[in-house]
């Protein structure tokens, strides 16, 4: 931090989390592990580079770097303390065609509320930095470009509750309203003319809840699907435009995994279901995959299978775990996924008293030819990380932790191993066969799509 207020906030975080570190390492010393190899130095300089890497940095400020470790870049300058105000920076999100970021600057008093919030798209090496959007009563929580990354469309929450979608062209100018409600999902049409939405949840409960296509080549127009939406959150446009993916309710009233055709037309029944459902296509269409878990559950963990949508009869459940959030590898060959690891007690209690948790993550990398997964690293996540995760089904539809190459993802935390190691952002081999890689301090980092 530049200012003396932020530099004791920054301290303090960093005692927390080393804190938290040094007791995960210890509870964590007698975790299975196979051997790895160590990272080499030489490595770093000479491997091929595949994109680049965009995280929030310890300071709050947007950051690319490669995953080397090597041109790291500073988008952001101005994030810190100063006049009673503190500044940082959030949602930072690559483009499709990867030459521009998207991210949002919020401008707090010393007290925590929110005064201001920003938008702002950039190049990918910080210069053409342009205020798309500026607000004192819409706060953005969520950002998600379309498909040409001509514009970009944004989730608002005001203070008094409510949600509004949004869109603005990547050079500036006036935002155009969209749509309101909440909880509120989306996926553009692969084609950027139209945008499926789910507002309201599930119908049995929340008889407002609705899916509607939103033209907006020029004037908004809304379009109602006659399908009732069931537990679900984000609906899901195949990659090459032709199909998508939901959950409804069927004629006879069962709730049901959807495949239906580019205009919302139902196709086939993929799955019946019991309680809700996260899902999301591989990147050339050609499978799904999906979590299922229970009703009395608020999160969506369960169970992780692959199908071929022409052919769900032939569905087998790949991992029976517990699955968290799942992202597909851009060549759709594997899909990386979480399983959640909570240990308790621990020796020190928390702010109320109770005996704190400690959440890990496994890891895994799912090879969809064979069925078979491995292990890859259990790590503490980030904060931050953490709260991508319930979404992940909305989240990787605008981000993703895969390299362009498909042999390395992103993580924010830290590995745990046998030696002290730096919170922050880590490059990890898909293969499971090298240590983890530190790359720099910071809570939330996502790689480019190319």
């Known amino acids: 931090m530049k200012h003396e207020a932020g530099e004791k906030q920054g301290l303090k975080r960093r005692v927390y989390w080393s804190g938290v570190v040094a007791l995960a390492l210890l509870m964590t010393a007698c975790l299975p592990g196979g051997g790895k190899v160590p990272q080499d130095p030489l490595l770093r300089s000479l491997e091929r580079k595949s994109g680049l890497i965009v995280y929030i940095g310890a300071d709050g400020n947007i950051y ?97 509750g409510g949600m509004m979608l949004q869109v603005v062209p990547a050079q500036g100018g006036e935002a155009l309203v969209l749509d309101a409600g909440a909880p509120y999902y989306w996926t553009w049409a692969p084609d950027g003319q139209s945008i499926l939405v789910h507002v309201g949840g599930a119908t049995k409960s929340q008889p407002r809840a609705r899916l509607s296509f939103l033209s907006i080549n020029g004037e908004v127009i809304e379009e109602g699907l006659a399908l009732r939406p069931t537990e679900f959150q984000a609906p899901a446009w195949s990659p090459d435009g032709n199909q998508l993916l939901l959950a409804a309710e069927t004629e006879d009233g069962d709730r049901a995994f959807m495949l239906t055709d580019s205009s919302g037309g139902p196709k086939s029944v993929l799955k019946l279901l019991d309680g809700s459902i996260a899902f999301g296509w591989s990147p050339d269409s050609k499978r799904v995959a999906y979590i299922t878990g229970n009703s009395d559950q608020q999160l969506t963990i369960g169970p992780l299978t692959v199908l071929d949508p022409e052919k769900p009869a032939e569905a087998k459940t790949t991992v029976q775990d517990d699955v968290f959030a799942f992202f597909w590898s851009p060549d759709g060959q594997e899909v990386a996924f979480f399983v959640p690891r909570v240990i308790r007690p621990t020796p020190e209690p928390n702010q109320s008293g109770q005996p704190q948790q400690i959440l890990l993550l496994q890891l895994h990398v799912l090879d969809v030819k064979s069925g078979e997964s491995r292990e890859v690293t259990t790590f503490l996540p980030t904060r931050e990380f953490v709260n991508v995760l319930p979404y992940f089904d909305q989240y990787q539809l605008s981000t993703t932790i895969w390299s362009p190459d498909s042999k390395n993802v992103v993580l924010s935390g830290y590995p745990v191993g046998n030696q002290p190691q730096e919170l922050g952002v880590w490059v990890v081999a898909a293969s499971g066969n090298l240590e983890p890689r530190y790359l720099t301090e910071g809570p939330l980092a996502f790689w480019s799509w190319k």
Do not use: C, H, M
């Not at 990867?98 to 950039?122: D, I, N, P």
């Open 64 to 160: 690319t770097i490669d995953q080397g470790g090597g041109n790291q870049t500073a988008v952001t300058t101005d994030a810190g303390s100063a006049d009673g105000k503190v500044d940082a920076y959030q949602f930072p999100t690559w483009s499709p065609d990867a030459q521009k970021l998207a991210f949002a600057k919020v401008s707090r008093t010393s007290g925590g509320a929110v005064e201001t919030a920003r938008v702002y798209t950039a190049e990918r090496d910080g210069t053409g930095l342009v205020e798309a959007y500026v607000s004192d009563k819409q706060f953005p929580i969520y950002l998600y470009w379309s498909p040409d990354s001509q514009r970009l469309s944004f989730l608002t929450s005001a203070a008094a």
